[in-house]
């Protein structure tokens, strides 16, 4: 079993940054492969970002390329998202995922956080 609490959402001014941040409970966090995702109201719960176990590989969606960076360490058992050069469109509630393999598809995951707000203002 993992348990998984974001933190870090806030309101930002477009151009802004943020860091979030998805603590994880339960010893075998440095198995899963782990996510972010995001959903505003009304819409889909939608890929973000994902990195694998060791780290060594991440993945994006095209629409935050380039302005965010996923990370983890399993020493602390956290992952985080590095959010830069903010957009409006980026206004979302962000959750972090765990899962036996890397996905873009959210029914793949096992483990969700409770979500973190992010709003930008423009």
Avoid: H
């Avoid at 993945?59 to 360490?73: E, H, L, M, P, W």
């Amino acid at each position: 079993q993992v348990q998984l609490v974001e933190s870090g959402g806030g309101l930002v001014q477009a151009g802004g940054s943020l860091r979030l941040s998805c603590a994880a409970s339960g010893r075998t966090f440095r198995n899963y492969a782990m996510s972010w995702f995001r959903q505003s109201p009304g819409k889909e719960r939608t890929f973000v970002a994902t990195i694998s176990w060791g780290g060594s590989s991440t993945y994006y969606a095209d629409s935050v390329k380039g302005r965010f960076t996923i990370s983890r360490d399993n020493a602390k058992n956290t992952i985080y998202l590095q959010l830069n050069s903010l957009k409006p469109e980026d206004t979302a509630v962000y959750f972090c995922a765990g899962g036996s393999s890397r996905s873009t598809s959210a029914g793949r995951y096992d483990y969700w956080g409770q979500g973190t707000q992010v709003t930008v203002s423009s």
